[in-house]
Structures are given as C-alpha cells and as structure tokens.
T-cell receptor
Framework: IAGITQAPTSQILAAGRRMTLRCTQD?????MYWYRQDLGLGLRLIHY???????GKGEVPDGYSVSRANTDDFPLTLASAVPSQTSVYFC???????????FGPGTRLTVL | AQSVTQLDSQVPVFEEAPVELRCNYS??????LFWYVQYPNQGLQLLLK??????LVKGINGFEAEFNKSQTSFHLRKPSVHISDTAEYFC?????????????FGTGTRLLVSP
C-alpha cells in the first residue's frame, strides 16, 4: 500500500506561472486535505474535500483552487503563482472526523 | 472556531531524560485532540489522539498525553527520550461537532535530543 503520493517532490517556479500539485491516495478515504507549512506558522489548511464532487475552503484559500473528480485524486492549482506561495505543501486524507489523517511526503515549492 | 498554542518553539533535552511538550487549546465546543510528529524531510505521522473516555492517552514510541479539560491542555510526555525522537511535534485540535475532521495545528515544538 503506497498511501499518499505527491508530485512533484520539489519545484522552482517563476512568478505568474500556473502550477498544479498532484495528490493521489490508494486508501479509499472519503476526505482529503491540502495544507501549507511555513516556518513558525505550523500547518494551515488551504482546501478540503469531504467526498468526491465536493470541496470547501480552509483557512488560507486565496490564490489556490482544487477539484475532486474521483475518490483518489485531489489536485491543487495555483493559477498565477506569487512569491508568498513559496512553501511546503502537504496533502492528507482521512475516513472520518475521528480518524487519523495520513499525510503525503510533501512538495517543496519555490516561487521566484 | 478552535485554536492551539504551543508555547515552546524548541525543547533541548539529553538522551534518557524525561520530556514534556506543552499544548493548550481554545474552543467553545467539545474537541478531539491529536499529536503528530514530523521527522526531517517527511510528512506528519500520528502519535496519539484523544476522542473521549480516559484522559490519559498512550501512543506510539512510548509517548503519552493527558487531556485536562479544566486547564484546556493536552501536554505530551515521554519518561525517557532517545536520539531518534529528535523531530518536530505538532498539537492539533478538531471540533467534535463538525461533519468532517477540520484540524487546526499549533506552530510546532522542535525536540532536540543530544547525547
């Protein structure tokens, strides 16, 4: 069982470019999440999805969009990247509100 | 809404010494509480969680935490740490009344274990 995979592992991106971070889980979890991790700020929720076909905004959604066409995939798109979006991005999934959230290995994104 | 405070950004400790990492939360509703660990260049892993019942929760790798509702705390403890426990530890809270698990994380505590 692979769990959660994220791609790419790292990326350097010019400001203004569009970028999609990929996330795939093989645990058939209903819920999926995107977080960004910044030094001194911990992890902050960007967007979430309770089930395929539905998405919601987290704490810091501006500049990001997501889709959930099926159970396994939850891509995060930066339509026009800005330097403040330089961060490490983690995808996670869980099966219920009491369940453990399982995290992917992260994508390190640098926007210049 | 919920919030979490981890007052200690870094905790240095010698190997085999006990350690306590502090976590306080704020919430107007009942909560679920979690501790996650992040080893260098990795994602987060669950150490333990409190959902209900016994206030003393035991997790993996010899860690335990105690839920104290009156003090709104969920401190993490280990009686004897190892070098391999060097990592960043995150406390997180989720409102028990939400339809899904919306975790709010603290800013993290870096545990540095030296020989």
């Amino acid at each position: 069982i692979a769990g959660i995979t994220q791609a790419p592992t790292s990326q350097i991106l010019a400001a203004g470019r569009r970028m999609t971070l990929r996330c795939t889980q093989d645990m058939r979890h209903n819920a999926m999440y995107w977080y960004r991790q910044d030094l001194g700020l911990g992890l902050r929720l960007i967007h979430y999805s309770n089930t395929a076909g539905t998405t919601g905004k987290g704490e810091v959604p501006d500049g990001y969009s997501v889709s959930r066409a099926n159970t396994d995939d939850f891509p995060l798109t930066l339509a026009s990247a800005v330097p403040s979006q330089t961060s490490v991005y983690f995808c996670a999934s869980s099966n219920s509100r009491t369940d453990t959230q399982y995290f992917g290995p992260g994508t390190r994104l640098t926007v210049l | 809404a919920q919030s979490v405070t981890q007052l200690d950004s870094q905790v240095p400790v010698f190997e085999e010494a006990p350690v306590e990492l502090r976590c306080n939360y704020s919430s107007s509703v009942s909560v679920y509480l979690f501790w996650y660990v992040q080893y260098p260049n990795q994602g987060l892993q669950l150490l333990l969680k409190y959902l209900s019942g016994s206030t003393l929760v035991k997790g993996i790798n010899g860690f335990e935490a105690e839920f104290n509702k009156s003090q709104t705390s969920f401190h993490l403890r280990k009686p004897s740490v190892h070098i391999s426990d060097t990592a960043e530890y995150f406390c997180a809270v989720s409102g028990a009344n939400t339809g899904f698990q919306k975790l709010v994380f603290g800013t993290g505590t870096r545990l540095l274990v030296s020989p």
